[in-house]
């Protein structure tokens, strides 16, 4: 969700070279010969270069700034007493191509549990630089994305065509409803089982994971609207349709969450500091691995949206380091050098 709204910010140019001021015409003396002037388009987009140029090292000094705020707020957060709970996830966490830190606790839950098919399914999966599962397909698994997105959806099958080409990764641009949910996920072929879902469609999250009947997950991360603290058990009305306008009717709270989780034989296992991901581990798997309660109201961490920005690391993402890292681990024989030429418009 807020991952979908920073992208073009946090995920993309931060790393990239900064273009050099464009040189501003000196004046020629009054005795010599009157200098010709610059097109007016040669000027117009030395104009632009500079402007841009200036614009990139404001958003680089703010980013920072933001990234200094928020590690102190992380701090504060990790000396609390009940942070301190081993059992706990929130300390656990790092982002690589997650929206925050969902990698980091993700890799904890299956460090914990462990790992057996080495599959995933995520929707809402947006452009694939930024969710819950890139982290996963960089390190071989295989796996499904949808997304409703036609701009995702291009920016997908052009990223990731080697992968998709190989069979590795599967992508569907589709709007997840009720009705379809349990037919697409059963179409990837994935099995009966996969070891992670990721739901994030900024709507009917809880009434699709309700849904799902023919494909057990073993770990669950789906968002939650952290506007709404335990005991709330508030959702917004299903409809099909919904699309996020970026307020707060979204979702539904983690109290909800959890009711349908306990239904379907999942436990709650943590939520991250920055408030917007809740993770369920299948109850056979969780034992007593994971902080207790699994109440809402024990783990539950409200909406800091901005600690986004503390979990800043790297250069902005490109699609290429993913297909490279999954050629490594499954020993896929394309040729990377073409790759790299094909996915040149990925890249900032």
């Not at 705020?69 to 790092?94: F, S, T």
Request: aromatic share 10%; charged share 20%.
């Amino acid at each position: 969700m807020i991952g979908n709204l920073l992208s073009s910010v946090f995920n993309r140019g931060i790393g990239a070279a900064q273009p050099a001021p464009a040189a501003v015409p000196v004046a020629a003396p009054a005795t010599a010969a009157p200098a010709a002037e610059p097109a007016p388009a040669d000027n117009a987009g030395g104009l632009i270069e500079r402007e841009e140029f200036f614009r990139r090292k404001k958003l680089e000094t703010d980013l920072a700034t933001l990234w200094m705020q928020g590690q102190l707020v992380l701090q504060a957060l990790m000396a609390d007493p009940r942070h301190a709970d081993p059992k706990r996830l929130e300390r656990y966490g790092w982002k690589s191509y997650s929206q925050s830190d969902e990698d980091g606790i993700l890799a904890e839950i299956l460090q914990r549990i462990g790992v057996k098919h080495r599959t995933f399914v995520e929707f809402g999966a947006g452009d694939g630089l930024e969710n819950n599962t890139t982290w996963l397909l960089a390190q071989g698994w295989r796996g499904l994305w949808m997304d409703g997105g036609e701009y995702n959806a291009d920016l997908v099958k052009l990223g990731f065509a080697p992968l998709l080409a190989h069979g590795v990764l599967q992508f569907q641009r589709v709007f997840v409803t009720l009705e379809n949910v349990d037919e697409l996920i059963a179409a990837a072929g994935l099995g009966a089982e996969v070891d992670v879902l990721s739901i994030d469609v900024d709507g009917n999250d809880v009434y699709l994971w309700e849904a799902i009947s023919r494909t057990s997950a073993r770990v669950v991360v789906i968002e939650y609207n952290g506007k709404f603290p335990p005991p709330s058990t508030w959702s917004i009305a299903y409809n099909p349709a919904h699309l996020w306008k970026g307020d707060d009717y979204m979702g539904a709270s983690l109290g909800a969450l959890v009711e349908v989780g306990r239904a379907k034989g999942y436990r709650l296992a943590g939520c991250n500091f920055a408030g917007n991901n809740a993770f369920f581990v299948r109850d056979d798997l969780a034992g007593d691995l994971f902080a207790s309660p699994a109440t809402a109201e024990h783990l539950y961490q409200p909406a800091r949206y901005d600690l986004i920005h503390a979990y800043r690391s790297g250069h902005g993402a490109n699609s290429l380091s993913v297909v490279r890292g999954a050629q490594q681990a499954l020993g896929l024989d394309f040729d990377m050098a073409q790759v790299a030429a094909f996915c040149k418009p990925h890249v900032p």
